[in-house]
């Protein structure tokens, strides 16, 4: 009789464990759909514009800009400033269309005017989840966005990676905004 009551509770506490889940486990909803109000303006007239005179040119501007940067101006901040962040959905690390689109410009932008240079790829999250997980999925989402632009040509060598987390939100605030804003890799030119 004793024996068949430990196991009768025993069996109960499995039971309630396997159904309650665990303690650590965190609910987390989907994420819903943000779509910015439509908003309508009235068309208002514009008034007839004069024709202004063609204008001669010599030589094409965008030839005398681009033989006029040096290596030095190559690696100052505006050249820093042409790598575009990539964002990421939640809880995700895996790249959209839109983010190897980004990835793909940040990568010609790389390997034309930053060569020998050595990019950090910092990887950052929402403020949701534990800062140990956001921390991992901080570096994954770097290391997502390293591997794919060493498919593009860039050379594994001269990028790193480092997982900030939710330590440095782009953005304050608790709503979806705010959050889409924080999940993202951001590109910074060490040397």
């Given amino acids: 009789m004793k024996k ?10 499995m039971s309630a464990l396997l159904t309650a889940g665990c303690a ?14 439509v908003s309508v303006e009235k068309a208002v007239p514009v008034a007839p514009v004069e024709q202004a005179q063609p204008v001669e040119q010599t030589a094409p501007v965008q030839d005398a800009v681009a033989s006029a940067v040096s290596p030095q101006e190559a690696m ?10 990539v964002y990421f959905d939640f809880d995700k690390s895996d790249l959209r269309q839109d983010t190897r689109d980004v990835l793909s410009k940040n990568a010609e932008v790389i390997l034309k005017t930053l060569a020998g240079a050595k990019i950090q790829i910092e990887g950052h ?27 593009l040509g860039v ?6 990676v480092i997982s900030y ?4 939100p782009a953005v304050a605030g608790n709503d979806e905004g705010a959050w889409a804003k924080n999940r993202r890799a951001e590109f910074v030119v060490v040397k």
């Fill in 125 to 151: 999250t929402d403020e949701r989840g534990s800062a140990e997980y956001n921390l991992a999925l901080g570096e994954r989402r770097a290391k997502s966005a390293q591997q794919y632009l060493t498919t």
């Fill in 165 to 168: 987390g939710e330590e440095k």
């Fill in 76 to 85: 100052s901040p505006v050249a820093e400033n042409r790598l575009e962040t």
């Fill in 24 to 37: 650590n486990k965190e609910a987390v909803k989907k994420e819903e759909a943000v779509v910015p109000p």
């Fill in 155 to 160: 050379k594994a060598e001269n990028t790193s």
């Fill in 4 to 13: 068949s009551m430990v196991l009768l509770l025993a069996g109960i506490s």
